[in-house]
Structure formats: structure tokens, C-alpha cells
């Protein structure tokens, strides 16, 4: 369906990101903490899924170089 646009450092920071997020906003109130939670689920989604909406529209890869057969 999508085409995986992230590396595998890139996806491990966002799913450590995303967790962060989601605790930290678990200790606050208000929009504040709807906005970290819903970032935090952003991140971890993108970083199991290995695409973001972003890069794709921007035409960027973490992917590093396609392997050459033979």
C-alpha cells in the first residue's frame, strides 16, 4: 500500500519520541496534553508502519540507496 520512506534509526526515534510524548502528556492538562498525546501516537504509528505522510510529500527517504541485483 504505502512505500516505506524511513530508515531504521529514523524509525527506533520516532517510536522513543512517541512514547516520551504520550507519557509526558499523561502528567499534564489541558490542550497541551492533547497535543502530545496525539503527536506521541503520530510518532510511534509512523515509526511501526516505516512511512510518514511528510517525507512522502516531500519527496524525502531515510531509506538509505536501494541494494543492485547481481
Given at each position: ?37 496525539i ?10 508502519t ?6 512522502a ?14
Amino acid at each position: 500500500m504505502f512505500k516505506v520512506n524511513e530508515g531504521w534509526l529514523d524509525r527506533v526515534i520516532r517510536l522513543v519520541l512517541g512514547i516520551v510524548l504520550i507519557i509526558i502528556g499523561l502528567y499534564l492538562s489541558g490542550a497541551l496534553k492533547i497535543v502530545l498525546i496525539i503527536l506521541g501516537i503520530i510518532g510511534i504509528i509512523t515509526g511501526l508502519t516505516g512511512f510518514c505522510g511528510l517525507y512522502a510529500l516531500f519527496g524525502i527517504n531515510t531509506c538509505g540507496l536501494p541494494k543492485k541485483k547481481g
